[in-house]
């Protein structure tokens, strides 16, 4: 039996989805939690692999299981033994060509950007966080020449392991809501640090270092180090996932976000 669940994580308290030797990642308390519940051990694969520090308000996994058990106990039954930053939000059983990783369609990330003199307190390591006033119209402006097929090799890490920098942008937006910049994207795929890599230069084109345009040389040139460093972790969300209609799956969780 396959089953699909949906979670959501704060991503601080471990060291990024994937499982490690020392069991910090997301997926190591997942198995063990599952793997419990279901009275063997099992594997948990994800839709997206997120890495230390960034979050998740919506991230699909599936697992084969030969135990029969509710789906309440997938969801409720493995909260229990989740830790605190964990949680199962709903469950179903799906079809055995269902595959969480390979069954997606568009991928979808929400940074989260404090813009304010004074760093966040309350909600320190939950969004990222600028000092000097950006203009959102002219990081909008940057934000859409992101959009379409591109090589994305200027804002690809060095350790980054896709067979191809080639990703389609089928959303770039920028809007301000009081003193936070609410930053969505969504793609056919991402590049290992692709999202806060772009955040670094919008930024910089937020803060007046450089010309809406530049997000054009950049793509032109294909160099990363051509760019704006790494932004910060914090902010990011993985937000949105989605599969064709037929699986009957959501294609986001709660909208955490905006809550100014």
């Known amino acids: 039996?396959?089953?699909a669940i949906g979670l959501e994580y704060d991503g601080r308290g471990f060291c990024g989805w994937q499982s490690q030797p020392s069991g910090c990642g997301v997926q190591d308390h997942l198995e063990k939690a599952v793997a419990e519940i279901a009275g063997e051990k099992l594997g948990v694969t994800a839709a997206g692999r997120t890495d230390t520090g960034v979050h998740a308000s919506f991230q699909v996994a599936h697992f084969d299981v030969n135990a029969t058990r509710p789906l309440t106990a997938w969801?409720?039954?493995?909260?229990?033994?989740?830790?605190?930053g964990i949680a199962v939000a709903w469950a179903k059983e799906m079809p055995g060509d269902f595959h969480a990783r390979f069954a997606v369609e568009e991928r979808g990330y929400r940074y989260v950007l404090l813009n304010h003199p004074?760093?966040?307190?309350?909600?320190?390591?939950?969004?990222?966080?600028?000092?000097?006033?950006?203009?959102?119209?002219a990081m909008q402006?940057?934000?859409?020449?992101?959009?379409?097929?591109?090589?994305?090799?200027?804002?690809?890490?060095?350790?980054?392991?896709?067979?191809s920098p080639e990703k389609e942008v089928r959303q770039a937006d920028i809007r301000r809501q009081g003193d936070?910049?609410?930053?969505?994207?969504?793609?056919?795929?991402?590049?290992h640090h692709m999202v806060r890599n772009i955040m670094g230069c919008l930024v910089h084109i937020g803060a007046g270092q450089?010309?809406?345009?530049?997000m054009d040389e950049l793509l032109a040139h294909k160099d990363r180090t051509?760019?704006?460093?790494?932004?910060?972790?914090?902010?990011?969300?993985l937000s949105y996932i989605r599969y064709a209609s037929?699986?009957?799956l959501p294609d986001g969780g709660r909208d955490l976000w905006p809550c100014a």
């Open 1 to 3: 039996m396959r089953i």
């Open 118 to 137: 004074v760093r966040p307190g309350l909600m320190a390591g939950k969004v990222g966080w600028h000092h000097r006033p950006l203009d959102e119209r």
């Open 210 to 214: 450089a010309a809406p345009d530049w």
């Open 75 to 84: 969801v409720r039954g493995v909260n229990t033994l989740l830790p605190d």
């Open 226 to 237: 051509r760019a704006a460093p790494t932004f910060m972790a914090d902010g990011l969300y």
């Open 246 to 248: 037929r699986f009957g």
């Open 180 to 191: 936070f910049l609410v930053c969505d994207f969504r793609a056919d795929g991402f590049l």
């Open 141 to 163: 402006a940057a934000a859409e020449r992101l959009l379409g097929r591109h090589d994305f090799s200027a804002f690809r890490a060095a350790e980054c392991q896709a067979k």
